[in-house]
């Protein structure tokens, strides 16, 4: 079972500031840290005034060593406390300031955005990781900002404990692919794992049949063999076989997530003789998140997509780039949540490899249309640090135009704006779509890991 992700709220005031007023607002705030999914919340029972209370209630955190402090500026605050608290326990802080209520009397009331504004001083001088909310508790807003906020502090966590196997390497020619691991470790957190194509192709080889009938079971309850275009002979036992293969390299070298060397060997009737597209697809469909042609930052970046949206994440190319909209594709390797309602994910073969209808497995169906976010994570120009690309766009109802997994996106900024930073500034050719609007929170991950953030809106 997964542990909860630990809080530590700090509500802040000044002595002598103190009233029922604000003393409501810190227990409706703890209430509805709460009862938030998944997380723990530690402190908070009381306001803090004086720097001898802070320093006691310190020691209790540094017990209970949360992930996450969250600092609430009642009123104007004790400038000691924050960055005591963040570099004591190298943890992220949220700052959490409200409005200013109407002077009464022309006496300030709270002054918790002067406080907040102190604080971010504090925080960006001493490279601190922070956030910031500016809502009233118990508000939508509150609860909008403040989610955004953890689930950016999650992404960040989860980075620092990432660990990636890279099957195969990257596939010919893809430069784009290419990957500095210390450069991410040190930067970022992710550690690369080694794993051979000899190594996948051999487990595959060793599965039971009770076990490549289990694979095949899973895979077919994503989507079934298309009636006519199908696989062939024992495609479709292959495909079982790969997606049971990764799932064991997972337990044995420890990873949880993968970017595959896709091809030309897996491809090769020499070799193993499929396509892996839909195999990839039905990793990430069952929490495997798999990146294809071996692009480890493609695959850092829909590990980010996945925790930062909540939903799957969508490896694709760029295809379309003109006109009233852009439509992102990638050959079948999409996870079927993804599915537009209404459609049936079918399993065929190949519309390319040797000519098309020879070699399966690619898994078809159009995205479901909404609200989407396309993502990409590179290096710099001078390979020095990370760089990362943002464009908003409206994902429209799309039909299976082209085989593989089609969306067509109506972008904010028009097509044109897009591609030209993409190519004027040679941003890699693969990318992570995820649903909703996620601008605001990449740029919190970007400004705090020192990535550099192009947002195209």
Same mark, same amino acid.
Request: glycine residues 16%; proline residues 7%.
């Given at each position: 079972m997964e542990n909860k992700f630990k809080i530590g709220y700090l509500p802040l005031s000044k002595v002598n500031w103190t009233n029922d007023t604000l003393e409501a607002a810190r227990a409706g705030a703890l209430a509805f840290l709460q009862q938030? %999914?998944?997380?723990?919340?530690?402190?908070?029972?009381k306001m803090l005034t004086l720097e001898d209370e802070a320093v006691a209630q310190l020691a209790q955190f540094e017990a209970e060593q949360p992930d996450l402090l969250i600092t609430h500026f009642l009123t104007f605050a004790l400038g000691v406390v924050p960055p005591l608290y963040a570099q004591? =326990?190298?943890? %992220?802080?949220?700052l959490w300031s409200m409005k200013e209520p109407d002077p009464q009397g022309g006496r300030l009331q709270n002054n918790s955005f002067c406080a907040a504004n102190m604080t971010a001083h504090h925080m960006w001088r001493l490279h601190i990781p922070y956030f910031h909310v500016h809502a009233? %508790?118990?508000t939508p807003e509150a609860a909008a900002q403040l989610q955004r906020s953890i689930r950016v502090a999650q992404a960040m966590k989860m980075l620092g404990r990432l660990r990636i196997g890279l099957i195969g390497g990257r596939v010919p020619g893809f430069y784009t692919s290419c990957c500095s691991e210390m450069l991410l470790r040190r930067k970022l957190g992710p550690e690369v794992k080694i794993i051979t194509e000899h190594e996948l192709f051999s487990v595959a080889d060793s599965l039971s049949a009770a076990e490549v009938a289990e694979a095949t079971r899973t895979i077919l309850a994503d989507a079934p063999c298309h009636p006519t275009d199908g696989p062939r002979g024992n495609q479709l036992e292959k495909s079982a076989r790969i997606f049971g293969a990764v799932r064991k390299l997972k337990d044995s070298f420890l990873v949880d997530t993968f970017a595959l060397r896709c091809w030309p060997? $897996? $491809?090769?009737?020499d070799l193993y003789g499929i396509a892996a597209c839909s195999t990839i697809g039905h990793l990430t469909?069952?929490? =495997? $998140?798999t990146a294809c042609e071996g692009d480890v930052y493609g695959a850092v970046m829909m590990r980010i997509a996945q925790q930062i949206s909540g939903e799957l994440p969508f490896f694709c190319d760029m295809i379309v780039m003109e006109g009233e909209y852009g439509v992102a594709w990638h050959c079948g390797a999409a996870p079927s949540k993804l599915c537009k309602a209404g459609c049936q994910p079918a399993l065929r073969c190949s519309a390319t490899i040797e000519g098309g209808g020879v070699k399966g497995v690619t898994n078809e169906f159009p995205l479901k249309p909404g609200r989407v976010t396309l993502a990409r994570l590179g290096e710099t120009r001078d390979g020095d640090g990370f760089r990362m690309l943002v464009a908003t766009g409206e994902g429209l109802d799309t039909e299976l135009f082209v085989r593989g997994n089609p969306l067509k996106i109506?972008? *904010?900024?028009?097509?044109?704006a897009l591609r030209e930073e993409? $190519? *004027?500034?040679?941003w890699e050719h693969h990318y992570a779509l995820m649903y909703g609007d996620q601008t605001q929170a990449l740029k919190d991950l970007c400004r705090n890991l020192d990535i550099q953030a192009t947002i195209i809106n």
């Open positions: 938030l %999914p998944g997380v723990e919340v530690l402190g908070g029972t004591r =326990l190298k943890t %992220p802080v949220i009233e %508790p118990g060997e $897996i $491809i090769r009737s469909n069952h929490g =495997l $998140i109506k972008f *904010d900024a028009g097509c044109e993409v $190519i *004027d500034r040679g």
